[in-house]
């Protein structure tokens, strides 16, 4: 291990990698939906695949030749672990369930890493580029999927992923208990810089599924002004 000190929350560096992250959703899609045919589509959402994974394997292994890497922290069993395999299944696979799920924990949970970032374990440069590149990407697949592929969501997608996450949390916790891990933050407080955390433990949990409901939620409002508009193309195809 070395004596490398991370930047902290809201630094210039900080900031960088969000002025980084805004251009990437802007620009990338920008160009996909304006400029890209079909075939060029389909390959830039390969070459998104593969820099989703890559970066994840790369910062794998850079861990492994190490002796840093620890299977209660390193394999991909956070909510933005998860993520980076949903968004990258959706943009092959085109399902429904894959984009759904990718869209609440993607934005929800990328989001609050990228504004609140815990660096926690982050051992050189490399890891501060890897945290914020990974995080960004989860979030650039997920607008990809809504600008360039046109997907989106259910009218039950809000309250199947709600359940969905709860599943996981309780799955999550009997493997924490196998491996002494703190996958989806549920057995230690994170050390981040949130106001969604209050309290200590067990009480910041019922802080962060209040506020994990919440926020989904709040991205889920966007979408009622177009399910309003297919019910009222239903009802006057109907009439």
Not at 97 to 106: C, H, I, T
Not at 161 to 174: D, E, P, Y
Request: overall charge neutral.
């Amino acid at each position: 291990m070395t004596d490398y000190i991370p930047p902290t929350a809201y630094s210039m560096t900080h900031y960088y990698f969000i002025m980084m992250a805004v251009i990437m959703w802007t620009l990338i899609p920008f160009m996909g939906k304006r400029f890209m045919n079909g075939t060029q589509r389909r390959a830039t959402a390969i070459i998104l695949i593969i820099f989703t994974i890559g970066q994840e394997v790369i910062n794998d292994s850079l861990l492994v030749i190490n002796d840093l890497w620890s299977a209660s922290t390193d394999m991909a069993l956070h909510m933005c672990g998860f993520s980076l395999i949903l968004t990258s299944w959706a943009l092959y696979s085109k399902r429904q369930y894959a984009f759904e799920l990718s869209y609440f924990w993607g934005i929800a949970g990328a989001s609050q890493a990228i504004l609140t970032p815990d660096f926690t374990d982050i051992w050189n440069p490399l890891g501060v580029f890897v945290f914020f590149f990974s995080h960004t990407m989860i979030i650039l697949n997920v607008i990809w999927l809504m600008v360039v592929e046109g997907m989106r969501l259910r009218k039950s997608a809000l309250l199947n992923t709600i359940l969905i996450t709860n599943g996981f949390v309780f799955l999550m916790s009997i493997i924490n208990q196998f491996i002494d891990g703190n996958y989806w933050y549920i057995c230690v407080r994170p050390n981040a810089d949130s106001p969604f955390l209050m309290g200590e433990w067990p009480y910041y949990i019922i802080g962060i599924q209040f506020f994990g409901v919440l926020i989904m939620g709040l991205i889920f409002l966007p979408w009622l002004p177009y399910f309003r508009r297919l019910t009222l193309q239903s009802e006057s195809h109907t009439a």
